[in-house]
């Protein structure tokens, strides 16, 4: 009988142990535990993403000229993101992109509010750039990523939905910033 005591709290302890262990990485390493990253990529572009989690997914948009791909995260509020490419003077920093993209919101959209310029360091290195203004009402935030290819390429990594939504998504759509890639 001691000795089947002795087995059952051994049993017993390990089992704490190895619930212990698992509750511990949870906490440390959730995103390692829940998510489900999945790299994106086309034959058609020359570029490279991981989406951090199944809520994330590729969208393909029509074109008059070509087709494009956006990105669309759904779980209980919805969130965009679209990648472009754009041919820049070679003269042209990615900080003279964002005041330019600054200057026109600040004259073109209501209820504008800027937030820091935030440096990006990956594989492009660049900026990042968020605001909020008012659309039809609403309050709408766009978080946009400029990652420079070259000294005359520039991706934007623009991200739109609501404030709140961008704002819990930040881990997320920073992930996302730094996979990207070119092929």
């Known amino acids: 009988m001691k000795y089947g005591s002795k087995l059952m709290m051994h049993s017993f302890k390990s089992r704490i142990l190895i619930i212990s262990a698992i509750a511990i990485l949870a906490i440390l390493f959730p995103s390692t535990l829940m998510s489900q990253t999945r790299t ?6 020359n570029y490279v993403l991981v989406l951090p989690s199944a809520q994330w997914r590729a969208i393909n948009v029509p074109g008059i ?37 600054q200057t026109l919101h600040r004259s073109s959209l209501p209820g504008y509010v800027k937030e820091k310029v ?57 992930f996302i910033a730094r996979s990207f890639r070119l092929k």
Request: aromatic residues 12%; without cysteine; glycine residues 4%.
């Open 40 to 45: 994106y990529t086309a034959e058609n572009l």
């Open 65 to 101: 000229a070509n087709d494009s791909t956006q990105f669309r995260y759904d779980n209980g509020g919805t969130a965009h993101l679209r990648v472009r490419r754009q041919l820049v003077n070679a003269d042209v920093t990615v900080a003279d992109l964002i005041q330019r993209q």
């Open 118 to 174: 935030e440096p990006v360091a990956s594989h492009l290195n660049g900026a990042r750039y968020a605001y909020e203004y008012v659309k039809q009402g609403k309050l709408t935030a766009r978080v946009i990523y400029y990652l420079e290819a070259d000294n005359r390429v520039v991706y934007r990594l623009e991200f739109a939905g609501w404030p709140d939504l961008l704002r819990s998504l930040s881990e997320q759509t920073d």
